[in-house]
């Protein structure tokens, strides 16, 4: 069975720091890409950032480049979404998702649509001014 299970979402001041944690088990953690989505209520669901558990490639929205850091512990079977400089519009429930395809992961940052092969259930982030 596969499972993505999110943890390391809180409350946290604007400027905070939080990092959230993916825990990956079911399929082959190495063939994958993970990736880092988030939705704010009542609006769309938007692509963060994403990582290929191959060779450690990895793009970011602009919305969050110098802000927040993706990696990997393939060991593990983990991805981290470090994430600092918090602003109050970051609030969102945040969700991992893995995909074969870096290219579709990519996509989905660049406009949301094009779906990913599995999901979490999310973690949520609250950061207050």
């Known amino acids: 069975e596969v499972q993505l299970v999110e943890s390391g979402g809180g409350l946290v001041q604007a400027g905070g720091s939080l990092r959230l944690s993916c825990a990956a088990s079911g399929f082959t953690f190495d063939d994958y890409t993970i990736g880092w989505f988030r939705q704010a209520p009542g609006k769309e669901r938007q692509g963060v950032s994403c990582?290929?558990?191959?060779?450690?490639?990895?793009y970011y929205a602009d919305s969050v480049k110098g802000r927040f850091t993706i990696s990997s512990d393939n060991a593990k079977n983990t991805v981290y979404l470090q994430m600092n400089s918090l602003k109050p519009e970051d609030t969102a429930d945040y969700y991992c998702?893995?995909?074969?395809?870096?290219?579709?992961?990519?996509?989905?940052?660049?406009?949301w649509g094009y779906g990913m092969d599995y999901w979490g259930k999310g973690t949520l982030v609250t950061v207050s001014s």
């Open positions: 990582i290929s558990s191959s060779d450690g490639s990895t």
């Open positions: 998702a893995a995909d074969r395809s870096l290219s579709r992961c990519i996509a989905n940052i660049k406009r």
